[in-house]
């Protein structure tokens, strides 16, 4: 099951489960702005490809909740 991580590995922008948000096969996690910008649509730990994170329905969260855990790259994110 995917975490939902709650933030921005990058920018550390919140980005709650109904929030638009992008993944690599890994489940880093990206706010649109920086997988579009600094990172060109490629993860900065495994070198993958973004794409859309799948949204959990709200009665789903209840049973099955979105991680609370944060991760964040110290420094930020280099550019691509």
């Known amino acids: 099951m995917l975490e939902l991580r709650p933030n921005c590995e990058c920018c550390d922008r919140d980005l709650p489960p109904a929030v638009p948000a992008l993944i690599c096969s890994y489940e880093c996690t990206f706010c649109p702005d920086?997988?579009?910008g600094v990172l060109a649509?490629?993860?900065p730990n495994c070198g993958?490809?973004?794409v859309p994170r799948p949204v959990r329905p709200p009665q789903h969260?209840?049973?099955h909740p979105a991680s609370a855990a944060r991760v964040l790259k110290p420094g930020g994110c280099p550019a691509a």
């Open 34 to 36: 920086c997988a579009a």
């Open 41 to 43: 649509q490629r993860c």
């Open 48 to 50: 993958g490809n973004l």
């Open 61 to 63: 969260l209840l049973r």
